[in-house]
């Protein structure tokens, strides 16, 4: 898969973040989408291949699989990466709007097209909200579908055509457990510096409405 086009969305939204959403930007792209690309993909690249059961019944490893992996870690990682960077195209389609719209009547509208302000703030609230949301939604997903963030060695298998209760094992367990951590951990990060960054443009906004109150009170 080629990642080329998420590298460059988050590389046209570095320049209209703020200091956090830089932070975001850096922790994305070096310690998810590299790790992604370089190790993790790797990793799972056979993990059908490597899965082995104890018995030889024709469809019970595949069953048996299906049951443990409904879904590979490695895509639904590649869907959540993709899915929590698309929101940022909100905040470059709204700059391009003004870019537009400045061009269209031939003067100059805004003071810059990439501050954030007005509606360009609302959105890239929006951005940080459905960012944020994702991540959650994709953390409990994990969960649920794998019963916790864990990679067993030996699992037991009993569903059809399986003949009686068979064992199972998971190539590699150790180092996929030290990899799903990892970017477990990246992915709570992310939340975190979506939350800050939210709270900051939220009082940032509030003390700039006061001020201007204020100022006006004094005039």
């Not at 579908?145 to 150790?174: A, Q």
Request: hydrophobic letters at 45%; a positive charge.
């Amino acid at each position: 898969m080629s990642w080329a086009f998420l590298r460059d969305l988050l590389s046209g939204v570095n320049k209209y973040s703020t200091g956090i959403g830089r932070i975001w930007v850096a922790v994305v792209f070096m310690f998810r989408l590299l790790v992604y690309v370089a190790a993790a993909e790797n990793i799972w690249k056979h993990e059908h291949d490597e899965f082995e059961c104890n018995i030889k019944q024709p469809g019970c490893e595949n069953a048996c699989f299906d049951h443990f992996f409904p879904v590979s870690h490695i895509r639904l990682w590649a869907l959540q990466l993709i899915m929590v960077s698309t929101p940022s195209l909100l905040v470059v389609f709204h700059v391009a709007y003004r870019e537009n719209r400045e061009k269209h009547h031939n003067q100059k509208l805004y003071r810059n097209p990439g501050k954030i302000d007005g509606g360009l703030l609302c959105t890239y609230l929006i951005s940080l909200i459905l960012k944020t949301g994702l991540e959650i939604v994709f953390l409990i997903l994990f969960y649920k579908l794998y019963n916790g963030f864990k990679i067993p060695r030996l699992v037991k298998c009993d569903i059809k055509p399986c003949p009686n209760t068979v064992d199972c094992y998971i190539s590699k367990p150790t180092e996929k457990m030290i990899f799903l951590y990892f970017l477990v951990a990246t992915s709570c990060l992310c939340i975190i510096l979506n939350l800050s960054e939210l709270s900051y443009l939220i009082f940032k906004y509030f003390i700039k409405c006061y001020l201007k109150r204020h100022v006006k009170k004094q005039q």
